[in-house]
């Protein structure tokens, strides 16, 4: 089983920087492509990012490209998601969520996809 822990959210003004952090409680935490997802109040889940197993590829949605990273640290079973030049549009339940199968060669973007997820951490952007 997989168990992961998102934190790091908050309130920020426009402009401003968070990082968030996923924490995993597994061992094969290193062969997983791992993602971020967020949703808005009224709005589905939408993908943010996602990183393969090594952290050597990485995909963006069109709406966070250049201003959000994705990243991992596997020695410490942790993704993250570093957000710069925060908009109110960027306001959301951010989740993070890792594959079943290990060692994935393709990094998908749709949430159906991903097995695991995590309970979310509220990002609050005023402007």
């Known amino acids: 089983q997989v168990q992961l822990i998102e934190s790091g959210g908050g309130l920020v003004q426009a402009g401003g920087s968070l990082r968030l952090s996923c924490a995993a409680s597994v061992r094969t935490f290193g062969g997983r492509n791992m993602a971020w997802f967020r949703q808005a109040p009224g709005k589905e889940r939408e993908f943010v990012a996602a990183?393969?197993?090594?952290?050597?590829?990485?995909v963006y949605a069109d709406s966070v490209k250049g201003r959000f990273t994705i990243s991992r640290d596997n020695a410490k079973n942790t993704v993250y998601l570093q957000m710069n030049s925060l908009k109110p549009e960027d306001t959301a339940v951010y989740y993070c969520a890792a594959r079943l199968t290990l060692y994935g060669i393709t990094l998908t973007q749709i949430s159906s996809e991903y097995t695991y997820w995590g309970q979310g951490t509220q990002v609050t952007v005023s402007s």
């Open positions: 990183i393969n197993w090594s952290g050597e590829s990485t």
